[in-house]
């Protein structure tokens, strides 16, 4: 376990991390989703559904479970993606109402 001066020298470089803005861009490949760069809704919206990961907690999960499943010597395979012409139809037939 940490010590407390620890812990609070851990929080304080989290805090200038996220001052920085150097990780707060969306890295999410699908750019047309209506969840895109707003993180909060993104994670609900997948936690809700509990289907797959955002994009961008993949690499995190990936890479443990990569060294697992070396060790039983499986592979991994990716995800679909949404096609761009299924969120194109979607604001077609379902437009996002503006508040």
């Not at 993104?42 to 993949?58: A, F, G, I, W």
């Not at 395979?77 to 949404?82: G, I, N, S, Y």
């Amino acid at each position: 376990m940490m010590e407390k001066e620890e812990f609070v020298e851990l929080i304080q470089q989290e805090r200038e991390m996220i001052k920085s803005g150097k990780y707060s861009e969306c890295t999410c490949h699908s750019l047309k989703c209506k969840w895109h760069g707003d993180c909060y809704e993104c994670v609900m919206m997948h936690r809700v559904h509990q289907k797959h990961l955002p994009d961008c907690l993949k690499p995190v999960l990936k890479n443990k479970l990569s060294e697992i499943a070396a060790k039983l010597e499986m592979h991994l395979v990716p995800d679909e993606r949404v096609p761009d012409e299924y969120w194109d139809y979607l604001d077609k037939v379902c437009p996002e109402k503006s508040d």
